[in-house]
């Protein structure tokens, strides 16, 4: 399937064009337009209340916008059949904030219920092909058996991420898939994240507060202010942008420690 090719020659692999999203008389996004590039990881960034996790759900089709178009993969999504649909959304993973794991379901069973529903296996398959998506994720084999009472707040981050990439998706949407964990645990979840997207090749579209995840993974930063995208560019460019926010969230001293935490990374690989 070819994607639609944007404005720079990169292949778009997500389109956002002219975006309105409003609840009752709020407007959260007024025509809105962002691209996403096949194998880039794409944080998205603003204040509370500009919206980030609307646009995440309006993309995965959880949310329907008042007015504008959606692509993917080149695909107007108003435009195809439920069945359409259906086939474009197994190209998609999605890691929610709070995992959003069946807490009676084991690791195992939840990982398997997309291989199960959507890929037509029989729950022996789907539970041994499972078992390799558990182990991509960094769990031992033991967690399978768990249920996500009984994990951490980095094995639950996991264990969601394996049922997240169940279906050998192309683009991975992760809403704040740091949140709550120790920095030791964010920075293996980060560096886990950039080693399945070289690996699996692919697109990652990423809603995140933590500064050291856009520092240490990111190859582009969108901003989202005054329910538009403020800007969308490499971290250089964006931290150059004068707007306030901006300036205070990247310059800030949380900004200027992970600036330099980057630094010594890169000086060091």
């Not at 008389?25 to 509370?48: A, M, N």
């Amino acid at each position: 399937m070819v994607t639609a090719p944007s404005s720079n020659g990169k292949d778009a692999v997500i389109q956002v064009m002219g975006v309105t999203n409003r609840f009752g008389t709020h407007t959260v996004h007024d025509q809105l337009s962002l691209d996403v590039y096949r194998g880039e990881i794409l944080g998205v960034v603003g204040g509370s209340g500009t919206g980030k996790s609307v646009l995440l759900r309006t993309i995965i089709g959880l949310q329907t916008p008042a007015a504008g178009a959606l692509r993917l993969f080149g695909q107007d999504l108003q435009a195809l059949s439920a069945r359409e649909r259906a086939a474009l959304d197994q190209r998609c993973g999605v890691l929610f904030q709070q995992g959003a794991l069946f807490s009676s379901l084991t690791v195992t069973e939840n990982v398997a219920v997309p291989l199960i529903e959507h890929a037509g296996l029989t729950r022996p398959q789907a539970e041994a092909l499972a078992g390799v998506k558990i182990a991509l994720a960094g769990l031992p084999a033991t967690a399978g058996s768990k249920y996500p009472s009984e994990l951490s707040g980095g094995m639950t981050k996991r264990a969601a991420l394996a049922r997240a990439i169940a279906l050998d998706p192309d683009i991975l949407f992760l809403d704040e898939p740091t949140a709550g964990l120790d920095p030791i645990g964010a920075a293996a979840f980060d560096e886990l994240v950039l080693t399945l997207r070289d690996a699996l090749g692919l697109t990652v579209f990423l809603v995140t507060h933590d500064l050291d995840t856009l520092y240490a993974i990111c190859d582009r930063v969108a901003v989202l202010s005054n329910k538009k995208v403020l800007t969308a560019d490499t971290l250089d460019a964006v931290e150059a942008n004068p707007d306030p926010w901006v300036q205070n969230y990247f310059h800030g001293p949380r900004g200027r420690a992970a600036s330099a935490a980057s630094s010594s990374r890169k000086e060091h690989s």
